[in-house]
């Protein structure tokens, strides 16, 4: 019998990340380039988020491109990469949007699993434009916003006072 070892690659799942080189989106698997995304490219983040719009509420990314759509679980590190990392960029490029999880239905092949062992989020995965494109076309997304457009209007928000009828004013 052959000792079972932690390190053993076949015993090991592969790790899914992205970051930035230079203007590039990269998507990494196990610290090795599988994807490229210009940046120029890019026209639509959708980011896919569950019971809020924090980094921690995301489940999944789509990122648009003019020929493609590249999905991206939250595993991967993209909520860093759109949150909080190139600023500027987003800001000079306002292509970021919002929804609700269950209101982002996807096609069930892009789920892959039987029933209760189903993944409930896709993993990555790019697709030709028009393969998803009517899809998303009929999510009710908001946007576009940054994430601290979207933090500063929720305290904006959260902040309102309630309209002032009915409260009798002081006399002078």
Known sequence: MVPFRLEDPAMRQSILDTCWDGNDLLVLRDEQEIDRIPGR??????????????????????????????????????AGR??????????QRPCIYWIDEA?????????????????????????P????????????????QSWEQRKWARIVRNRMMPPAEGRKRPHS
């Open 41 to 78: 490219d890019i026209h639509r983040v959708i980011l896919v988020c569950q019971g809020g719009d924090t980094p921690s509420n995301l489940r999944f990314a789509v990122i648009e491109t003019t020929a493609e759509h590249v999905l991206l679980p939250a595993t991967s590190g993209i």
């Open 82 to 91: 759109v949150y909080f990392e190139r600023q500027s960029f987003w800001m």
């Open 103 to 127: 209101r982002a239905p996807l096609p069930r092949r892009m789920l892959p699993g039987v029933w209760l062992l189903r993944r409930q989020v896709p993993g990555f995965v790019r697709l």
């Open 129 to 144: 434009h028009n393969e998803l494109a009517s899809v998303i076309d009929a999510w009710p997304v908001e946007g576009p």
